[in-house]
Structures are given as structure tokens and as C-alpha cells.
């Protein structure tokens, strides 16, 4: 079994900050990808930033030069700093992880909870 469990959401200003976290734990060998993606409410879950093991990161391009993505490998974490924060941005965050859970083993997907990120003055 994995587990990912996020935290930081909350509700910002526009223009404001916040930072996402997700750890992931249980049978976890190796985590190749790790991201971020999000579901606004009417609309399809959609990626927000992706990073690989060796660090090669992938933004969508409504967040680009605004949104951080990062991770401790350490740890089995990743991290999103988002930064001028837009009402649009508002939606609830999911973290992925692709995990092998022992070597030689497949990768598979792995789901968070979600996070509700709101974005209003």
C-alpha cells in the first residue's frame, strides 16, 4: 500500500502565496514522477507541474513563471510553491506519484486525497 497525503491549502488573497506538500509512504522502493495536478468544479482534472526523479520538471502554461515545483527525494516529497495566485488557480490539488513498491516491480499510479486551494478578496 501507498499513501499520499497533501497539506497547505487554504484560502489566499489574489496575488497571494501558498505552498503544497505530499509525502508519500507505505511499500515504496523508488518513486519515479512526481506532480501536481488539479480539478476546478465543471471542468476535467488537468496537470499543473510534473517532476522526474532526475529533476527535469514540466509546468502547463497557465502557471509557468508562477508556480515551483520541487521535490526531496529523501523525504519521498514534493512540494508546490505557488506564487500570484489568480482566482482562476482555485480548484482542488491532487498529488501523483508513479511508485515502485519493490525492485524489478511495475510502476503504478498513486492518488492523494486532494487539497482545496480557493483563490477570492
Known amino acids: 500500500q501507498v499513501q499520499l497525503e497533501e497539506s497547505g491549502g487554504g484560502l489566499v488573497q489574489p496575488g497571494g502565496s501558498l505552498r503544497l506538500s505530499c509525502a508519500a509512504s507505505?511499500?515504496?522502493?523508488?518513486?519515479?514522477?512526481m506532480g501536481w495536478y488539479r480539478q476546478a468544479p465543471g471542468k476535467q482534472r488537468e496537470l499543473v507541474a510534473k517532476?522526474?526523479?532526475?529533476?527535469?520538471?514540466n509546468y502547463a502554461d497557465s502557471v509557468r513563471g508562477r508556480f515551483t515545483i520541487s521535490r526531496d527525494n529523501a523525504k519521498n516529497t514534493v512540494y508546490l510553491e505557488m506564487n500570484g495566485l489568480k482566482p482562476e488557480d482555485t480548484a482542488v490539488y491532487y498529488c501523483?506519484?508513479?511508485?515502485?513498491?519493490?525492485?524489478?516491480?511495475?510502476?503504478?499510479?498513486?492518488w492523494g486525497q486532494g487539497t482545496q486551494v480557493t483563490v477570492s478578496a
Open positions: 501523483n506519484a508513479y511508485v515502485q513498491s519493490f525492485r524489478g516491480g511495475s510502476y503504478y499510479s498513486h
Open positions: 507505505g511499500s515504496i522502493f523508488t518513486i519515479n514522477t
Open positions: 517532476v522526474i526523479s532526475g529533476g527535469y520538471t
